[in-house]
């Protein structure tokens, strides 16, 4: 079955450097979504992307962050002066329609800031 | 205040066991999906649901939009089953991915 999947599983940085943490959807989605999970609190929405722009992002979603689709194939999330507080789990999910289709996550990429 | 609330926050059970967990929400929801999150942290969608019932296996998903309320079911529970059972909804007019989500039910079945 095909899955999403994340790169790095976990990244390790100092704060104040940029990260960029990695997503292949799966490849006839055109939905994505990252998601991000402090640890020992719930999951919470960051950005959804649909046809190479931003649809919906959430008050998380400052100016710091930006995610991008390269390619075909690659959905990316950067956080460019990362901060202790980023410290998380970052989910990665994608949908073949908007509605009514349920989301395929990823496996995390476990995000800690020195 | 929370939007989604998930009871029981814990449960422990013996293989064999029915559970139940639920889910009530105070938004007016135009879905609402349950997740399962392993261990490891890797997160699988069990179902999305906005009306009814749905069954897979040995879960079942039921959701009263009037009430406000969703129950996820497990029959003959197994130590597989152990895991952290996220709820998650849709709020009426946003995007299926702009979820709201709860904190979660960390069940462990004992065999």
């Known amino acids: 079955e095909p899955e999403v999947t994340q790169t790095p599983s976990h990244q390790v940085t100092q704060m104040g450097q940029e990260v960029i943490l990695r997503c292949v959807p799966i490849?006839?989605?055109?939905?994505f979504y990252w998601y991000r999970q402090i640890l020992g609190q719930k999951v919470e929405f960051l950005v959804s992307?649909?046809?190479?722009?931003?649809?919906?992002k959430s008050e998380i979603f400052d100016d710091q962050f930006s995610v991008e689709r390269p390619d075909g194939s690659n959905f990316t999330l950067k956080i460019r002066s990362t901060k202790l507080e980023d410290s998380a789990m970052y989910f990665c999910?994608?949908?073949?329609?908007?509605?009514?289709?349920?989301?395929?996550f990823g496996d995390g990429t476990r995000l800690s800031i020195l | 205040k929370n939007e989604v609330e998930q009871s029981p926050q814990n449960l422990t059970a013996q293989e064999g066991e029915f559970i139940t967990i639920n889910c009530s929400y105070s938004?007016?929801?135009?879905?609402l999906h349950w997740l399962q999150q392993h261990p490891g942290g890797g997160i699988v969608s069990l179902f999305m649901?906005?009306?009814g019932k749905k069954k897979h296996g040995r879960l079942i998903a039921t959701i009263n939009i009037q009430e406000k309320h969703s129950s996820l079911h497990i029959t003959a529970s197994h130590p597989r089953d152990s895991a952290v059972y996220i709820c998650?909804?849709?709020?009426?007019?946003?995007?299926?991915?702009?979820?709201?989500f709860g904190k979660g039910t960390k069940l462990s079945v004992k065999p």
């Open positions: 649901l906005s009306s």
């Open positions: 938004v007016g929801i135009s879905a």
């Open positions: 998650a909804v849709v709020p009426y007019g946003g995007s299926q991915g702009n979820l709201i």
């Open positions: 992307f649909y046809n190479n722009e931003i649809s919906e």
């Open positions: 490849s006839n989605h055109l939905y």
């Open positions: 999910a994608s949908s073949p329609y908007r509605d009514g289709q349920p989301q395929h």
